[in-house]
């Protein structure tokens, strides 16, 4: 008898934890259901997401079965939580872009390299000289994130089923880049639906700092920033031009154009020049004030300008100097540090932006974090241009 009712009450506690399970489970879908929005609410159309990482920067572009990343945040984990709430990925990956080596564009890439899970085609990266670095107090701190590159590029390079390429070897006969405009050709590019082209990217960065002192010899100087690789990206009618983390001053107060910051540099071809003009702007450097100088600006002439920043202790970005300017210059300014929801009062929340193109030919704007389900900003017409 006492066995009987034991073995019932097993039954009865068995029933009772699948229930409970089941009912956990179902809790567990809901959390996600938010980014299960951003992957089908939106549709299938093609999406740039703007990942709020912080003081960094990480970009997917997702066009339908196509990927490709460009730089990955300083938090090994937020690209890759992202990827697995959304499951917007594919595998494989068939590009992934590293602008330039700092920790705040790589470390996530390098998470996702390191897992198995994930398999990617191709892999650009600037191949920034070591031999470049300017041996001061300065670049000595600051080598250590520089070596964190190197180790990286080592683990790249151990890669043998993934091609890795700078951009300088992207066409033949390999040439300066910053010379002309190296449009990949379709046929080797690994995303041949949209249209990349290579604006600039450097071994070797000259920068207005090369008259620091230096213990050894300076020929290229130390601003990593400046060898970035900047890219026009053209999608089914929008362009995009993401510029990582060039300079185009020394500092606030510095004359506006340097003689070989990368910003001028650009300006000074005529043919990049006129490439430089784009619906969307990437802000380089995280709103920086020795970026995103007034003739700069006036050649892209963003309608919509996107900044990845947030404010911690070592920096207070972006500058509202940066602000005005991309608005004096016309730019509806999108921020991942600063968003205010009238409906919820919430003043500031931190957050992704989204951008969807659609059929019609506009271009959707989407906000979103962790509390939030996706809200549409803003929508821009092509035929408003
Ligand atoms: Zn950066």
Redesign the pocket.
């Known amino acids: 008898m006492t066995k009987k009712i034991n073995r019932s009450g097993v039954k009865v506690l068995t029933i009772s934890i699948i229930f409970v399970s089941f009912l956990f489970q179902s809790c567990t879908s809901i959390k996600f259901l938010d980014y299960n929005d951003v992957k089908n609410h939106i549709s299938k159309n093609p999406k740039i997401h703007f990942l709020d990482v912080g ?3 990480a970009t997917i572009i997702d066009i339908g079965d196509k990927e490709i990343i460009i730089d990955g945040g300083l938090n090994p984990e937020t690209l890759i939580n992202y990827l697995r709430k959304t499951g917007i990925i594919q595998n494989p990956i068939e590009l992934m872009v590293l602008t330039h080596g ?1 920790g ?2 790589y470390t996530g890439l390098k998470k996702l390299v390191e897992n198995s899970n994930y398999s990617i085609i191709e892999f650009w990266e600037p191949g920034y000289d070591k031999q470049c670095e300017c041996q001061n107090f300065i670049t000595l701190i600051t080598s250590i994130f520089i070596t964190g590159y190197h180790d990286f590029i080592s683990l790249l390079e151990s890669k043998k089923e993934m091609k890795l390429v700078r951009p300088l070897e992207l066409t033949h006969p390999p040439s300066t880049i910053t010379n002309e405009i190296k449009q990949i050709p379709k046929q080797i590019s690994p995303v041949p639906e949209v249209d990349i082209t290579v604006l600039h990217s450097s071994r070797k960065p000259e920068s207005a700092r090369s008259s620091c002192f230096c213990l050894g010899s300076h020929k290229c100087a130390y601003l990593i ?1 400046n060898s970035s690789i900047v890219l026009k990206i053209e999608i089914s009618g929008f362009s995009f031009l993401f510029t990582g ?1 060039i300079n185009g001053k020394l500092k606030e107060d510095s004359p506006d154009e340097l003689p070989i910051d990368v910003e001028k540099k650009l300006l000074d071809n005529p043919k990049i020049k006129k490439a430089l003009n784009v619906d969307v702007l990437k802000v380089s ?2 709103g920086s004030e020795t970026a995103s100088t007034t003739s700069f600006l006036e050649a892209v002439s963003p309608r919509i300008a996107v900044i990845s920043a947030s404010k911690n202790i070592l920096y207070s970005l972006p500058k509202e100097t940066v602000v005005k300017r991309l608005e004096n210059n016309k730019a509806k300014v999108y921020r991942t540090d600063y968003f205010r929801n009238i409906q919820t009062e919430d003043k500031r929340l931190n957050g992704h932006i989204i951008c969807e193109i659609t059929g019609n030919d506009s271009l959707k704007i989407y906000y979103k974090n962790e509390r939030q389900r996706s809200n549409l900003l803003n929508e821009f017409s092509n035929n408003e241009k």
Do not use: S
């Open positions: 003081n960094g920067d700092d705040d564009h920033n983390d450097h995280h």
